[in-house]
């Protein structure tokens, strides 16, 4: 029997690829695209919102009427609603979160883009964002999308993940590799 995890990623790696078909098919991988940002950004605001995907005590129909809702308000595009729509009827809302990270993952390989995950202690200053892409660049040799996330514990520095590959120069890892050595000696 296969872990809460690889079923997870298997359904929404399911509806992934057939969302990208599709929206490939009708010239509509910006437009999903723009949709999947707003509802990444929506899930990250609302704890309603979080709680509608994930919660098993709304039925079928409440989860179906209030993604429907929701779909009109953010204007998301047909494709996404009856997408959304069809995850709501078979109860696959929840695997929502998992499967805007697939779809990201799918647009960004057909546009020969690299994702780096990029945690910094404020945000970056678009010469700043510029400057490590284009230096991410010539190392990876394809074009690089940044996301960034905000961890202040860094205390400074970044830790910036590409594919498999980290790099870690933050305060906190090197003042951990300090405290390490020390105790080696003492």
């Not at 509802?39 to 179906?64: C, T």
């Not at 490590?132 to 960034?148: E, M, N, P, W």
């Amino acid at each position: 029997m296969s872990d809460t995890g690889s079923l997870t990623s298997g359904i929404s790696g399911r509806y992934a690829t057939a969302l990208f078909e599709l929206a490939k098919d009708a010239g509509q991988i910006d437009g999903i695209e723009a949709d999947l940002n707003a509802l990444s950004a929506a899930l990250g605001e609302s704890s309603d919102l979080r709680a509608l995907i994930s919660s098993p005590i709304y039925s079928r129909a409440q989860q179906g009427d209030a993604i429907r809702a929701v779909s009109e308000k953010m204007g998301l595009s047909d494709l996404m609603r009856n997408t959304l729509g069809l995850m709501a009827a078979k109860r696959r809302l929840f695997v929502l979160p998992s499967l805007i990270v697939a779809m990201q993952a799918l647009i960004a390989d057909e546009r020969g883009e690299v994702t780096a995950e990029v945690t910094a202690v404020k945000p970056l200053s678009d010469a700043q964002a510029k400057a490590l892409s284009a230096s991410l660049k010539k190392s990876v040799g394809k074009d690089i999308v940044i996301r960034t996330t905000i961890d202040e514990s860094l205390i400074g520095g970044l830790v910036v993940k590409v594919g498999s590959r980290m790099i870690d120069t933050s305060i906190r890892a090197k003042l951990n590799k300090m405290q390490n050595a020390m105790k080696e000696v003492g």
